[in-house]
Structure formats: C-alpha cells, structure tokens
C-alpha cells in the first residue's frame, strides 16, 4: 500500500532565502510523485510531477524536486522565496497498480517573512 | 476547456441532518475523486470511481456516506445522518484516469460543510 509522509507540519523562510519542503513516500511499485500547492481559500493546484522519467523535475513559479528512490524521497526546493510562495504544500503519491489510488500527505505550511 | 465543477460551494446543517454535494468533472476524464479535507489535514479519499465502477471506497463511512456515479459522468456525494466531525471541505477531483499520466488530477474549489 502507498503511504507519503510530510517531515515538517510547518516551515518558515525569509524572502529571497531557499526553501526545503520534505516528503518520503512508500510504494510497492515504481510509484508517480506529484506537489500540489493549495493557498487560502483557493483550489489545490498541480505544481510539479514525477512519472518514471528525469529524476530531477521543474514545475511552476521556479519549484523544482528530486526522485530519489535509494531514499525513498521526493523534496521540493525552491531557491529563494517569495512572498508569494506562502500556502499549504501537498506531496502525494500514486501507482498504476493500485488503481491510480492517490493519497496526499498531511500538508506542510509555508511562511515567507519579509 | 471547462474545470472540474462542484455545488454547493457551502452548506450549513445541523448534526442528524442530511446532505448532498455534486460534482461534475472534465469532460472525457474517466476517473472521479472525493476528498474530505479536514481544517489543518491532507485530502483524505473517501471514494474513487472509474468510470462507473468503483475502484476505492476503504476509507468511506458507509453506515452515513454514500457516492454514485450515474452514466460515468456526474457524481452526488450525500451525508445521512451528519454528524459534528463531518464538518470538511469536500474536494471532488477528476484525471484521465488509466488513459493518462495516474495521479494528476484537477480539482474543484470545493463544497464546505458546516454540522452545528
């Protein structure tokens, strides 16, 4: 069964400084890797995704995130913050074999200061 | 090309009471989603339909929660009896499903539930 575990509930980064966001997953298969953002009030929207191809993956608004399957990881990183950036991060992880069942980790929230 | 649309997009009832939220996806996509998401927690599934079959429904409260999928399309979610610890955003979601990349999904704004 899939599992996706989001290190920290919350992270707070300075304007302009570079963002961590951690996420480990659990899959008995080749598993595809996603990052949703969702901001106050709005819809969850696709940032970046991973499906079997380049390991290293560029999504929206400068985010990027790695594949790293000998640490079952998938961090999304950004080099330097905007304000604009604060919101609630989602990893989620789905495999064909499960019937596409897809399951998001807990969130981690975002602060950007000034 | 249309989003993934959802109503009500907020509903106040009080506990024992019923409830139904709809949704209807993207056109052509085959598989439908219904997330609850909790104040402060992930989407959780409660139900995914591929087409019309079922695909998962572990994680959905049948002695209260029932979902269907009528001709593959829309889907109604409805809450009977609601209790306090229902109150949620209920995200409905949809993808291309085995057509296309698994776990992309597009979502609506959501319906948010209060139980008083």
């Known amino acids: 069964a899939q599992s996706v575990t989001q290190l920290d509930s919350h992270v707070s980064v300075s304007e302009g400084t570079p963002v961590l966001l951690r996420c480990n997953y659990s899959s008995s298969y080749s598993p595809s890797l996603f990052w949703y953002v969702q901001h106050p009030n709005k819809g969850l929207q696709l940032l970046l995704k991973?499906?079997?191809?380049?390991?290293l993956v560029k999504g929206i608004n400068g985010f990027e995130a790695e594949f790293k399957k000998s640490e079952t990881s998938f961090h999304l990183t950004k080099p330097s913050a905007h304000m604009s950036d604060a919101a609630e991060y989602f990893c989620v992880v789905s495999d064909q074999y499960g019937g596409f069942k897809t399951i998001f980790g807990a969130g981690t929230r975002l602060f950007v200061k000034a | 090309e249309a989003g993934v649309a959802q109503s009500p997009r907020y509903k106040i009832i009080e506990k024992r009471q019923s409830v139904a939220f709809w949704c209807n996806p993207i056109s052509g996509h085959a598989t439908l989603y219904w997330y609850q998401q909790i104040l402060g927690q992930g989407p959780k599934l409660l139900i995914q339909f591929q087409n019309n079959g079922v695909v998962d429904d572990s994680q959905l409260p049948k002695d209260r929660f029932s979902a269907e999928r009528l001709k593959g399309v829309d889907s109604t979610l409805k809450i009977q009896p609601a209790k306090l610890e229902d109150s949620a955003v209920y995200l409905c979601?949809?993808?291309?499903?085995?057509?296309?990349?698994?776990?992309?999904?597009?979502f609506g704004e959501g319906s948010r539930l209060t139980v008083l």
């Open positions: 979601a949809s993808s291309l499903g085995g057509q296309g990349i698994p776990g992309e999904l597009f």
């Open positions: 991973y499906t079997s191809a380049a390991t």
